[in-house]
């Protein structure tokens, strides 16, 4: 069975993520969540990234902030693409998570997104993406998605347009 698995460093993370679930759950994707340190628990980390891998979890998300190493963690331990969502917070209020997350070494890559709510949505979109490039039905349920929004700002639009 194929699965998105989503770790948060903390639980502060989750008001965010629950972005990312809810928009698995919006495409009835399956997925996982857990909490899960680099370094507060590095070891639980690790053996859980085997555990989802053996059960069928295809991409990982890693949403950290400050240090931010989780991605990093996933990527070092998983072939498996790892999506990094960096978290606002601490005195840089997110860029330090950003430049951890994004500032990889070659050949252990991170995909990362945006910070806070856009990040975990996109990452959602992102791993979904991934999953539908062998999952047609879920490739289609895509770009009727765009399609909406495309006519959502069209609708948009003419509720504001002036033109000569």
């Known amino acids: 069975m194929n699965f998105v698995s989503i770790i948060m460093g903390s639980k502060s993370d989750y008001e965010v993520m ?3 679930s809810d928009t698995f759950e919006k495409f009835n ?14 070891t639980r980390t690790k053996n859980y990234i085997k555990e989802a891998e053996s059960k069928g979890a295809v991409v990982f998300i890693a ?9 990093g963690a996933l990527a070092a331990t998983t072939t498996k693409p790892v999506l990094g969502v960096p978290m606002k917070g601490g005195a840089m209020d ?8 994004v500032q990889m070494p070659s050949g252990m890559p991170v995909g990362t997104v945006a910070l806070g709510r856009a990040g975990a949505i996109n990452a959602a979109y992102l791993a979904m993406q991934i ?12 770009i009727e998605d765009r399609i909406i929004k495309e006519k959502a700002v069209e609708t948009d639009s003419l509720t504001i347009e002036v033109r000569i």
């Open 63 to 71: 949403a950290a902030g400050m240090a931010a190493h989780l991605a």
């Open 131 to 142: 999953l539908a490039i062998s999952d047609k039905e879920l490739a289609t349920k895509l």
């Open 29 to 42: 994707v399956k997925y996982e969540m857990i909490i899960s340190s680099a370094h507060r628990s590095p």
């Open 94 to 101: 997110g860029m330090d998570a950003l430049l951890s997350t």
């Open 18 to 20: 629950k972005n990312c």
